[in-house]
């Protein structure tokens, strides 16, 4: 039900924009997360869009180079990624729930929707 795509190899500094198209229905009531996993790691929060798309939230290490935005008519969620780094690289996935409050939009066991990721390689 979720599709991520927009993935691909990046040199540091350089830019992607990842999206997620969701086939949900009543999609604007849904919070919108992504998270990444990096080889060996495990899966965490990268940002996060509430269903009116004005309420965003970032992990720190991307705040100020990551932007989460949403097109409801277009059930879609968008990352933008710039000025990246090597330490970017990893599999991104969007996530999906409709009940989150904001305490628990950071922890991955409380989506209910997975998309199938999407891998991004960020080479120094």
């Known amino acids: 039900q979720l599709q991520a795509s927009g993935g691909g190899l990046v040199q540091a500094g350089g830019s992607l924009r990842l999206s997620c198209t969701a086939s949900l229905h009543a999609f604007r009531t849904y919070t919108m997360g992504w998270f990444r996993q990096a080889p060996g790691k495990e899966r965490e929060f990268v940002a996060a869009?509430?269903?009116?798309?004005?309420?965003?939230f970032y992990t720190d290490s991307v705040k100020g180079r990551f932007t989460v935005s949403r097109d409801n008519a277009k059930n879609t969620v968008y990352l933008q990624m710039n000025n990246l780094k090597p330490e970017d690289t990893a599999v991104y996935y969007c996530?999906?729930?409709?009940?989150?409050?904001?305490?628990?939009?950071?922890?991955?066991?409380?989506?209910?929707?997975w998309g199938q990721g999407t891998l991004v390689t960020v080479s120094s």
């Open positions: 869009s509430k269903g009116n798309g004005d309420t965003t």
């Open positions: 996530a999906a729930d409709q009940r989150l409050i904001s305490s628990s939009i950071r922890y991955a066991y409380q989506y209910d929707y």
